[in-house]
């Protein structure tokens, strides 16, 4: 999608690695997040960014951790990858709290971990 | 459990019928959104009505909320196979951090 972009767009990794996915945008928005999609549950905030170096939890943190050390990019680590965490993952933006212009997500990354 | 919930989970219906969408949540909300995911793609927002709002129109979509019933509905009218996809309510809420919440979503199949 326009002004975001994540990387990669697959990726399959073993149990037990760290796996780093990255979420770039260019259209200088403040809030960034990172949702999870999985059958049956649709979308969970893992966590998200109102700034630079400012980050928070979201409902299904445990496991992932984020950086966000410029405005433009916006990494998810999972720190150890389990099975439990083979899911789509979502970037979105947006220039004001409330989305009230509406998010602009990503196209996904599609991690399987085996 | 999840915020927002939308009603049916799977809906299908023939080209040209009208195609009605439900979303319960819980909690006041500042504003509710919906938002359309076609297979394997990213989400894209579609319409925004504020807690204050009753109704809003953008071209073949029409959205209610009613916040006394803790409810929204959109409704696609003319529909066309094109709209086949999975429809996502997400609420900004009142009390919450700077963040939507997410439904489950309605799969909507389009038959020609």
């Known amino acids: 999608d326009a002004g975001i972009t994540q990387s990669p767009r697959h990726k399959v990794t073993e149990t037990g690695t760290p796996v780093t996915l990255r979420c770039h945008q260019t259209?200088?928005?403040?809030?960034m997040y990172w949702y999870r999609q999985d059958p049956g549950h649709g979308l969970r905030l893992i966590h998200y960014?109102?700034?630079?170096?400012?980050?928070d939890k979201g409902e299904v943190s445990d496991g992932y951790s984020v950086s966000r050390s410029k405005t433009e990019d916006f990494l998810l680590t999972l720190e150890s990858a389990t099975s439990s965490q083979t899911s789509v993952y979502f970037c979105a933006i947006s220039s004001d709290r409330g989305g009230f212009y509406g998010y602009t997500f990503g196209s996904g990354t599609r991690l399987t971990v085996v | 459990s999840q915020q927002g919930e939308e009603d049916p989970q799977a809906l299908s219906i023939q080209e040209g019928e009208n195609a009605t969408m439900n979303c319960s949540y819980k909690t006041s909300i500042n504003n509710l959104q919906w938002y359309r995911q076609n297979s394997g793609r990213g989400l894209v927002h579609l319409i925004l009505?504020?807690?204050?709002?009753r109704e809003k129109h953008s071209g073949r979509l029409r959205v209610t909320l009613d916040t006394s019933k803790k409810s929204s509905s959109l409704l696609i009218t003319a529909s066309r196979a094109a709209d086949t996809a999975s429809y996502f309510c997400a609420t900004d809420l009142l009390q919450g951090a700077q963040k939507l919440v997410f439904g489950q979503g309605t799969r909507l199949t389009i038959n020609p």
């Open positions: 960014s109102y700034g630079v170096k400012d980050t």
């Open positions: 009505i504020r807690s204050n709002e």
């Open positions: 259209e200088n928005h403040r809030y």
